[in-house]
């Protein structure tokens, strides 16, 4: 295996959020009803817009005003809920990491997601972290891949791509990376 290994963050490092019930009680609105504008609002969040836009946004949507101390607790419930990671996905990281594959994080996250997360003992895997909400673009983007392989400073086929959505495979592999749908550490093992 030559050239660098790049990973998603959301359900490939970590699985799916566990905060959504917490985050519509902390509203007082019923699950059913907070989800989808959670989703919805999601990828202007991805894009760099502040906690407070984001929360405030929803709350709006669903006739609950947000302050800033809401907007704060809101945050912290929604880190936590994106911060159980995969054992899994841990070993296969450090497996790579001290073989001395070159691995990069390439997330759709906020960047108060992407302050918490630098904290952690598993990013020290990672050579490059690049997060949405810092550079103000997102996958499936194109600009995104450009940026990221800028930073590796390597041709975008000496990169190997993992995301769990399909749409980020296709513009992955639309802007030259060899990217694969996550199937798990397993598979990703296999494959590398």
Same mark, same amino acid.
């Given at each position: 295996?030559?050239?660098w290994? $790049?990973f998603?963050?959301?359900?490939?490092?970590?699985?799916?959020?566990?905060?959504?019930?917490?985050?519509?009680?902390t509203?007082?609105?019923?699950?059913?009803? %907070?989800?989808?504008?959670?989703?919805?609002?999601?990828?202007?969040y991805?894009?760099g817009?502040?906690?407070?836009?984001?929360?405030?946004?929803?709350? /709006?949507?669903?006739?609950?005003?947000?302050?800033?101390?809401?907007?704060?607790?809101?945050?912290?419930?929604?880190?936590?809920?994106?911060?159980?990671?995969?054992?899994?996905?841990?070993?296969?990281?450090? *497996?790579?990491?001290?073989? *001395?594959?070159?691995?990069?994080?390439?997330?759709?996250?906020?960047?108060?997601?992407?302050?918490?997360a /630098?904290?952690?003992?598993?990013?020290?895997?990672?050579?490059?972290?690049? %997060?949405? *909400?810092?550079?103000?673009?997102a996958?499936?983007?194109?600009?995104i891949?450009?940026?990221?392989?800028a930073?590796l400073?390597?041709?975008?086929?000496?990169?190997?791509? %993992?995301?769990?959505?399909?749409?980020?495979?296709?513009?992955?592999?639309?802007?030259?990376?060899?990217?694969? $749908?996550?199937?798990?550490?397993?598979?990703?093992?296999?494959?590398?």
């Amino acid at each position: 295996m030559t050239g660098w290994v $790049v990973f998603d963050y959301g359900e490939v490092i970590c699985g799916r959020t566990t905060a959504l019930p917490d985050l519509a009680a902390t509203l007082g609105v019923p699950l059913a009803e %907070f989800e989808p504008h959670y989703w919805r609002l999601r990828d202007a969040y991805d894009r760099g817009c502040a906690d407070l836009e984001y929360w405030g946004g929803v709350g /709006e949507a669903l006739g609950v005003p947000v302050d800033e101390s809401t907007s704060d607790r809101l945050t912290e419930i929604d880190i936590r809920g994106w911060s159980d990671v995969r054992e899994s996905s841990l070993e296969l990281l450090a *497996g790579l990491s001290e073989a *001395g594959v070159p691995l990069a994080l390439l997330s759709n996250a906020p960047s108060s997601f992407a302050r918490f997360a /630098e904290r952690q003992d598993w990013m020290r895997h990672f050579r490059v972290r690049v %997060f949405s *909400g810092d550079v103000g673009v997102a996958k499936p983007d194109a600009e995104i891949f450009e940026l990221l392989v800028a930073r590796l400073g390597v041709p975008a086929g000496d990169c190997v791509f %993992f995301d769990d959505r399909q749409s980020n495979v296709d513009g992955a592999r639309a802007a030259g990376l060899r990217a694969h $749908v996550w199937d798990g550490a397993d598979a990703a093992r296999a494959l590398l």
